[in-house]
């Protein structure tokens, strides 16, 4: 007969273990893996976040399919035995894949580029993949993308090339290609006079021509750009990982880029608002920083939207001054960045860079840019962090009209981040410390590490190194460059007018994206050419719009755009713009064309 007695001891179970389960270790490993930079990209989006288990996490959206992915971990992972369905049941929650409203919208345009002329190549079966990367390590003789084969030294990959069917090299196509573009546009004056303006733009052109032209480009491309660039972004992700995992005692590695500008906002508002600029906005550039055993985010707020070299060492002074505060052990200051020209990668930063941390104290440095195009990290997760953050304060009840008021109430929230505010005046104070006449170094778009072990020194490689504790090593052939000792000059000796119109041939030093809207003069086939720069790349050269000849010292603007690039060697300078002499035709300043004529002679 049963017992109506409770039971008073538990059932003891113990499920049975799988002999295929994966390990704590292995599942660890492959969370690290799909994390890292290559793999997937943080989200910038305040909104873009995903919770399970009451855990709140910014997603990230994987760069690549998982089946590539699983790929790509069993030949960096080779003892690991783990199906491609397995490898997915482990992918973290926070990381998934992006759908169309999460579509990139910061593509390198190199790999855009490129890969718009495979996909037309495909669909007409001239090639047999359009994985561009594949079909980049198919010219090489390795496969393990070394840099004398992606950068076209060995003497064995010269001479491969594309494996591509027959077709009719005549036959007219199209496809598609992103193009930077000067344009110039007028705008009216008070007085009701017109002034002319120029404008950057950067749009998706459509691009006709024959099979042979695109097979041409599109191989060129990928012999004398994509390889570079590709082994170029690998590099610079495997030595700075290695970086991070290996950092002693008195090392840190700053990453840091700009985030979008935070709309500030009142809880609310009455329509006019919405018009004209009542709504102002705030800078937030965003850090984090990792040392042996921390990680600290950082994030300065300006009502300043300058992001030059002197915004960026206001901002960057106050994480500095903090971190020495925090860790006095640290002398050693490893920073992380994107590369534009206009901002980390410039003269004007290697100056500061190589002078500022020594007055507070740092002994090493290095500056590591990530390769262009690739340029996300950690630190866009912050921005969005502080934005949504921000948008709670004001969703519940509270004002935020300015970035002083931002600043102050997220102080008084309780957060991880460590928060900075950085006056307009501490921006415009750091314009006195730029000399007026500052070397340029030539090759910046290249440089991917610059060193520094003295102030008013630096040592500079096309790809970062970190085999020598004092990274002193020669690997990629280190170059020195000294600049003018610090000094704190006054406004008058240092304040340099880039607005001076411009009067005679100015030689370029180096190509970057400073130069997109101004005038040059190019040779082709032996003859003079003026032209406008549309875009700069560190690998093919300048694109310019160029006039036509009529004569000597003639030209005209062609009724179709004569828009090419041009190599270094073919830009012979800057030149001020051409000035009317009949309704149609110009002329370059006389005295700049004969300065021209001596320097081609």
């Known amino acids: ?141 390795s496969p393990k993308y070394t840099k004398q084969c992606m950068y076209r030294e060995c003497t064995v990959c010269e001479a491969k090339e594309l494996e591509i069917s027959t077709f009719d090299p005549g036959t007219q196509t199209f496809w598609y290609e992103w193009k930077g573009k000067a344009e110039e546009r007028l705008k009216k004056k008070k007085d009701g006079s017109e002034e002319k303006f120029t404008v950057h733009l950067t749009v998706k052109e459509k691009v006709m021509g024959t099979f042979h032209t695109l097979l041409e ?61 009542s709504h102002k906005q705030a800078s937030l550039h965003t850090g984090v920083a990792y040392t042996k055993n921390s990680v600290i985010s950082v994030c300065s707020i300006s009502s300043s939207f300058r992001h030059d070299p002197c915004a960026i060492w206001a901002h960057l002074s106050k994480v500095l001054t903090f971190l020495k505060d925090q860790y006095p052990t640290l002398s050693v200051l490893h920073v992380v960045s994107d590369g534009p020209t206009t901002q980390y990668r410039s003269k004007k930063n290697f100056y500061f860079f190589t002078n500022i941390p020594y007055q507070m104290g740092w002994k090493k440095l290095t500056w590591n840019f990530l390769e262009a195009g690739h340029g996300k990290g950690p630190a866009d997760g912050i921005g969005a962090a502080v934005k949504r953050r921000a948008d709670d304060i004001i969703a519940r009840g509270k004002d935020i009209p300015n970035a002083r008021v931002l600043f102050e109430e997220l102080q008084q929230q309780k957060s991880a981040t460590e928060l900075f505010y950085v006056e307009p005046e501490e921006i415009e104070s750091m314009d006195i410390l730029v000399p007026s006449e500052l070397q340029t170094i030539r090759g910046t778009m290249k440089i991917h590490q610059i060193i520094s072990a ?19 090593c020669k690997c990629f052939n280190p170059e020195t460059v000294m600049f003018q000792h610090w000094d704190k000059p006054s406004p008058s000796t240092s304040t340099s007018h880039p607005d001076t119109p411009q009067i005679g ?97």
């Open 217 to 277: 480009d599109f191989s060129m491309g990928l012999k004398e750009k994509l390889g570079k660039h590709v082994y170029n972004i690998r590099h610079q992700y495997a030595a700075l990982r290695g970086l991070k995992e290996n950092l002693s005692e008195d090392e840190v590695v700053l990453h840091i880029d700009f985030a979008e500008n935070f709309l500030c906002k009142y809880s609310s508002e009455i329509q006019a608002v919405h018009f004209g600029d």
């Open 454 to 472: 003295s102030p008013s020194q630096m040592s500079w490689r096309i790809l970062s190194c970190f085999c020598s504790a004092t990274h002193d």
């Open 505 to 601: 041939l100015l030689h370029i030093v180096d190509l970057n994206e400073g130069l997109i809207g101004q005038w040059c003069a190019v040779k082709y086939d032996g003859d003079i050419y003026p032209g406008i720069i549309q875009d700069t790349d560190v690998y093919s050269g300048a694109l310019v719009k160029t006039m036509s000849s009529a004569g000597l010292n003639r030209f005209f603007w062609p009724l179709r755009d004569d828009i090419i690039w041009y190599q270094t060697r073919n830009i012979i300078g800057l030149i001020p713009e051409p000035v009317p002499v009949t309704k149609r035709h110009k002329e370059i300043n006389v005295s700049v064309w004969k300065e021209i004529c001596e320097t081609l002679n």
């Open 1 to 141: 007969m049963r017992s109506n007695e409770k039971r008073t001891t538990a059932l003891t179970y113990t499920r049975k273990k799988q002999k295929n389960s994966i390990s704590p270790a292995t599942e660890e490993k492959i969370k690290q893996f799909l994390e890292r930079d290559e793999n997937s990209r943080a989200s910038t989006g305040k909104k873009d976040t995903v919770t399970k288990k009451k855990t709140k996490r910014q997603k990230r959206f994987l760069n690549e399919p998982l089946e590539k992915l699983h790929k790509k971990f069993r030949k960096e992972y080779p003892d690991i035995r783990i199906s491609n369905s397995e490898f997915c049941k482990r992918r973290p929650f926070w990381i998934v894949k992006p759908t169309v409203k999460d579509r990139d919208t910061c593509l390198c345009k190199t790999h855009a580029n490129l890969q718009s002329m495979a996909d037309k190549l495909l669909y007409h079966k001239v090639i047999k993949s359009s994985n561009i990367e594949d079909l980049i390590v198919s010219l090489c003789c």
